[in-house]
Protein backbone atom coordinates (compact mmCIF):
# COMPACT_ATOMS: atom_id res chain seq x y z
CA UNK A 1 0.00 0.00 0.00
CA UNK A 2 1.06 3.76 -0.40
CA UNK A 3 1.56 5.38 3.03
CA UNK A 4 2.60 9.01 3.39
CA UNK A 5 4.23 10.42 6.81
CA UNK A 6 3.61 13.80 7.46
CA UNK A 7 6.17 14.38 9.84
CA UNK A 8 9.80 13.45 10.15
CA UNK A 9 10.34 12.78 13.83
CA UNK A 10 10.92 9.94 15.89
CA UNK A 11 7.21 8.65 15.46
CA UNK A 12 7.60 9.25 11.64
CA UNK A 13 10.56 7.40 11.43
CA UNK A 14 10.03 4.45 13.58
CA UNK A 15 6.07 4.18 11.44
CA UNK A 16 8.39 4.00 8.22
CA UNK A 17 10.44 1.93 9.02
CA UNK A 18 8.09 -0.67 10.35
CA UNK A 19 5.57 -0.40 7.49
CA UNK A 20 8.66 -0.67 4.68
CA UNK A 21 9.29 -3.62 6.19
CA UNK A 22 5.83 -5.09 5.75
CA UNK A 23 6.41 -3.81 2.15
CA UNK A 24 4.47 -0.35 2.19
CA UNK A 25 5.73 2.10 -0.41
CA UNK A 26 6.18 4.68 2.42
CA UNK A 27 7.70 8.32 1.96
CA UNK A 28 8.09 10.59 4.60
CA UNK A 29 6.90 14.52 3.97
CA UNK A 30 8.15 17.74 5.84
CA UNK A 31 6.83 20.78 5.37
CA UNK A 32 10.62 22.20 3.77
CA UNK A 33 13.32 19.60 2.05
CA UNK A 34 16.16 21.47 2.29
CA UNK A 35 19.57 19.82 2.80
CA UNK A 36 19.30 21.99 6.25
CA UNK A 37 16.14 20.16 7.04
CA UNK A 38 17.53 16.95 6.38
CA UNK A 39 20.81 17.64 8.05
CA UNK A 40 18.71 18.99 11.01
CA UNK A 41 19.37 17.06 14.71
CA UNK A 42 15.89 15.74 15.98
CA UNK A 43 15.53 14.94 19.74
CA UNK A 44 14.65 11.14 19.63
CA UNK A 45 15.52 9.99 16.39
CA UNK A 46 18.15 10.98 13.73
CA UNK A 47 18.52 13.33 11.21
CA UNK A 48 16.45 12.34 7.88
CA UNK A 49 19.49 12.31 6.02
CA UNK A 50 21.06 9.42 8.24
CA UNK A 51 17.76 7.94 8.37
CA UNK A 52 17.43 7.78 4.04
CA UNK A 53 21.30 6.60 4.19
CA UNK A 54 20.41 3.52 6.19
CA UNK A 55 16.59 2.70 5.25
CA UNK A 56 16.97 3.55 1.64
CA UNK A 57 13.63 5.81 2.27
CA UNK A 58 12.69 9.16 0.65
CA UNK A 59 11.50 12.30 2.16
CA UNK A 60 9.48 15.08 0.14
CA UNK A 61 7.45 17.73 0.48
CA UNK A 62 4.18 17.23 2.86
CA UNK A 63 2.12 17.70 -0.51
CA UNK A 64 4.33 15.16 -2.64
CA UNK A 65 3.92 13.01 0.90
CA UNK A 66 -0.30 13.32 0.75
CA UNK A 67 -0.22 12.80 -2.76
CA UNK A 68 1.66 9.62 -3.05
CA UNK A 69 -0.48 7.93 -0.07
CA UNK A 70 -3.68 6.00 -0.32
CA UNK A 71 -3.24 6.17 3.46
CA UNK A 72 -1.37 9.23 4.89
CA UNK A 73 -0.32 9.33 9.00
CA UNK A 74 -0.37 13.17 10.43
CA UNK A 75 3.04 12.27 12.61
CA UNK A 76 3.48 16.01 13.07
CA UNK A 77 3.25 17.62 16.55
CA UNK A 78 -0.05 19.31 17.76
CA UNK A 79 0.42 22.81 16.74
CA UNK A 80 1.93 21.76 13.82
CA UNK A 81 -0.83 19.70 12.44
CA UNK A 82 -3.65 21.75 11.24
CA UNK A 83 -0.96 23.90 9.24
CA UNK A 84 0.57 21.49 7.96
CA UNK A 85 -2.11 19.24 6.75
CA UNK A 86 -3.16 22.45 5.15
CA UNK A 87 0.32 22.93 3.60
CA UNK A 88 -0.07 19.48 2.34
CA UNK A 89 -3.42 20.58 0.88
CA UNK A 90 -7.04 19.56 1.41
CA UNK A 91 -7.29 17.91 -2.06
CA UNK A 92 -4.51 15.38 -1.60
CA UNK A 93 -6.53 14.41 1.42
CA UNK A 94 -9.69 13.86 -0.22
CA UNK A 95 -11.34 10.43 0.29
CA UNK A 96 -7.94 9.36 2.46
CA UNK A 97 -7.36 7.17 5.64
CA UNK A 98 -5.81 9.66 7.81
CA UNK A 99 -4.24 8.50 10.71
CA UNK A 100 -4.09 11.14 13.22
CA UNK A 101 -1.32 10.19 15.77
CA UNK A 102 -0.78 13.69 17.35
CA UNK A 103 -0.93 14.96 20.43
CA UNK A 104 -2.09 18.76 21.35
CA UNK A 105 0.55 19.44 24.32
CA UNK A 106 2.04 22.39 24.90
CA UNK A 107 5.96 21.87 26.06
CA UNK A 108 6.15 26.23 25.72
CA UNK A 109 6.85 25.57 30.18
CA UNK A 110 8.67 22.55 29.54
CA UNK A 111 8.23 19.73 31.51
CA UNK A 112 5.36 18.32 32.27
CA UNK A 113 3.54 19.43 28.87
CA UNK A 114 -0.24 20.42 29.18
CA UNK A 115 -2.71 19.76 26.70
CA UNK A 116 -3.23 22.82 24.54
CA UNK A 117 -6.64 24.62 25.55
CA UNK A 118 -7.71 25.33 21.70
CA UNK A 119 -7.65 21.51 21.69
CA UNK A 120 -9.23 20.32 25.43
CA UNK A 121 -12.27 21.13 26.60
CA UNK A 122 -15.85 19.82 23.86
CA UNK A 123 -13.35 19.41 21.49
CA UNK A 124 -9.95 17.24 20.26
CA UNK A 125 -7.11 17.47 17.60
CA UNK A 126 -8.76 14.92 16.12
CA UNK A 127 -12.00 16.90 15.77
CA UNK A 128 -10.53 19.56 14.77
CA UNK A 129 -8.41 18.13 12.05
CA UNK A 130 -12.23 16.28 10.97
CA UNK A 131 -13.92 19.49 10.84
CA UNK A 132 -11.24 21.29 8.82
CA UNK A 133 -10.65 18.37 6.42
CA UNK A 134 -14.31 17.09 6.17
CA UNK A 135 -13.78 14.97 3.54
CA UNK A 136 -10.43 12.98 5.24
CA UNK A 137 -11.70 10.11 7.06
CA UNK A 138 -9.54 11.09 9.89
CA UNK A 139 -9.06 8.01 12.83
CA UNK A 140 -7.11 8.56 16.35
CA UNK A 141 -4.86 5.78 16.56
CA UNK A 142 -1.29 5.06 18.57
CA UNK A 143 -1.52 8.42 20.15
CA UNK A 144 -1.44 6.67 23.53
CA UNK A 145 1.82 4.53 23.34
CA UNK A 146 5.74 5.51 22.86
CA UNK A 147 6.35 5.32 19.00
CA UNK A 148 8.69 1.92 19.61
CA UNK A 149 5.44 0.33 20.95
CA UNK A 150 3.63 1.27 18.44
CA UNK A 151 5.06 -1.39 15.73
CA UNK A 152 5.91 -3.75 18.54
CA UNK A 153 3.66 -3.87 21.12
CA UNK A 154 5.38 -7.10 22.59
CA UNK A 155 7.71 -4.57 23.95
CA UNK A 156 4.95 -3.97 26.93
CA UNK A 157 4.27 -7.12 28.90
CA UNK A 158 0.96 -8.25 29.04
CA UNK A 159 -2.60 -7.46 27.75
CA UNK A 160 -2.62 -3.75 26.73
CA UNK A 161 -4.52 -2.07 24.47
CA UNK A 162 -4.42 -0.20 21.31
CA UNK A 163 -7.65 2.77 21.24
CA UNK A 164 -8.99 4.30 18.14
CA UNK A 165 -11.72 6.59 17.37
CA UNK A 166 -13.49 7.60 14.19
CA UNK A 167 -16.49 8.54 12.27
CA UNK A 168 -15.72 5.63 9.12
CA UNK A 169 -16.25 2.62 9.83
CA UNK A 170 -14.35 0.96 6.97
CA UNK A 171 -11.83 3.73 7.89
CA UNK A 172 -11.50 1.93 11.19
CA UNK A 173 -11.52 -1.53 10.17
CA UNK A 174 -8.40 -0.40 8.01
CA UNK A 175 -6.66 1.39 10.45
CA UNK A 176 -7.10 -2.08 12.70
CA UNK A 177 -5.92 -4.32 10.05
CA UNK A 178 -2.48 -2.11 9.95
CA UNK A 179 -2.10 -2.26 13.67
CA UNK A 180 -3.07 -5.95 13.54
CA UNK A 181 0.11 -6.31 11.18
CA UNK A 182 2.32 -4.64 13.76
CA UNK A 183 1.44 -7.03 16.16
CA UNK A 184 -1.52 -5.37 18.51
CA UNK A 185 -4.25 -8.26 19.78
CA UNK A 186 -6.14 -6.00 21.64
CA UNK A 187 -7.88 -2.87 19.89
CA UNK A 188 -10.83 -0.59 21.76
CA UNK A 189 -13.00 0.78 19.43
CA UNK A 190 -13.89 4.16 21.34
CA UNK A 191 -16.71 5.02 18.75
CA UNK A 192 -17.08 8.43 16.60
CA UNK A 193 -14.06 10.89 16.57
CA UNK A 194 -15.23 12.35 19.73
CA UNK A 195 -13.70 9.17 20.99
CA UNK A 196 -10.56 11.45 20.60
CA UNK A 197 -11.29 13.82 23.45
CA UNK A 198 -10.60 10.82 26.03
CA UNK A 199 -7.21 9.58 24.35
CA UNK A 200 -5.82 12.53 23.79
CA UNK A 201 -6.59 13.25 27.34
CA UNK A 202 -4.49 10.47 28.55
CA UNK A 203 -1.53 12.39 27.64
CA UNK A 204 -1.13 14.04 31.58
CA UNK A 205 -1.19 10.21 32.71
CA UNK A 206 0.94 8.89 30.25
CA UNK A 207 3.47 11.38 30.46
CA UNK A 208 3.56 11.49 34.37
CA UNK A 209 4.29 7.34 34.09
CA UNK A 210 6.95 8.06 31.97
CA UNK A 211 8.92 10.59 33.71
CA UNK A 212 7.83 8.71 37.33
CA UNK A 213 9.49 5.62 35.92
CA UNK A 214 12.06 6.61 33.28
CA UNK A 215 10.90 4.42 30.90
CA UNK A 216 8.34 4.95 27.91
CA UNK A 217 7.38 0.86 27.53
CA UNK A 218 4.21 1.27 28.91
CA UNK A 219 0.68 1.33 28.09
CA UNK A 220 -3.05 1.07 29.44
CA UNK A 221 -5.11 -1.69 29.87
CA UNK A 222 -9.20 -1.68 30.18
CA UNK A 223 -10.04 -4.27 32.44
CA UNK A 224 -13.77 -5.46 32.39
CA UNK A 225 -16.34 -6.62 35.08
N1 LIG B 1 7.31 10.39 20.39
C1 LIG B 1 6.41 9.49 20.71
O1 LIG B 1 6.77 8.37 21.16
C2 LIG B 1 4.95 9.78 20.51
C3 LIG B 1 4.01 8.85 20.92
C4 LIG B 1 2.65 9.08 20.67
C5 LIG B 1 2.26 10.24 20.00
N2 LIG B 1 3.21 11.15 19.65
C6 LIG B 1 2.78 12.35 18.91
O2 LIG B 1 3.15 12.16 17.56
C7 LIG B 1 3.56 13.40 16.96
C8 LIG B 1 4.99 13.25 16.45
O3 LIG B 1 5.85 12.93 17.53
P1 LIG B 1 7.45 13.03 17.36
O4 LIG B 1 8.02 12.62 18.66
O5 LIG B 1 7.85 12.36 16.12
O6 LIG B 1 7.58 14.63 17.21
P2 LIG B 1 8.79 15.52 16.70
O7 LIG B 1 10.06 14.77 16.73
O8 LIG B 1 8.70 16.80 17.45
O9 LIG B 1 8.42 15.78 15.14
C9 LIG B 1 7.33 16.56 14.85
C10 LIG B 1 7.26 16.89 13.37
O10 LIG B 1 6.24 17.89 13.25
C11 LIG B 1 6.67 18.79 12.25
N3 LIG B 1 6.04 20.10 12.40
C12 LIG B 1 6.04 20.92 13.47
N4 LIG B 1 5.36 22.05 13.19
C13 LIG B 1 4.94 21.94 11.90
C14 LIG B 1 4.20 22.78 11.02
N5 LIG B 1 3.75 23.98 11.41
N6 LIG B 1 3.96 22.35 9.76
C15 LIG B 1 4.42 21.15 9.36
N7 LIG B 1 5.12 20.28 10.14
C16 LIG B 1 5.38 20.70 11.39
C17 LIG B 1 8.18 18.89 12.46
O11 LIG B 1 8.68 19.38 11.24
P3 LIG B 1 10.19 19.81 11.00
O12 LIG B 1 10.89 18.52 10.83
O13 LIG B 1 10.11 20.61 9.75
O14 LIG B 1 10.63 20.56 12.21
C18 LIG B 1 8.54 17.46 12.78
O15 LIG B 1 8.89 16.76 11.60
C19 LIG B 1 3.42 14.45 18.06
O16 LIG B 1 2.18 15.11 17.93
C20 LIG B 1 3.46 13.64 19.36
O17 LIG B 1 2.75 14.25 20.42
C21 LIG B 1 4.54 10.96 19.89
Known sequence: MKIGILGGGGVAQTLAGKLMALGHD?????RAVTPEDLAKPRQMAVPLQDWMKASGGKVVTLAAAAAHGEVLINAMTGQG???GLQAAGAAQLDGKVLIDVA???DFSQGMPPF???EYAGPTSLAEQIQAAFPTARV???FNTIAAAVMVDP?????PH??????????????????????????IVDLGDIVGARGTEALLPIWVRLWTTSGS????MHVARG
Do not use: C, T, Y
Request: positive net charge; hydrophobic residues 55%; without cysteine.
Open 26 to 30: VVIGL
Open 81 to 83: SIP
Open 103 to 105: NPL
Open 115 to 117: LMA
Open 139 to 141: VKA
Open 154 to 158: GLVKG
Open 161 to 186: DLFIAGNDAAAKAQVSAIARSFGWEH
Open 216 to 219: AMHN
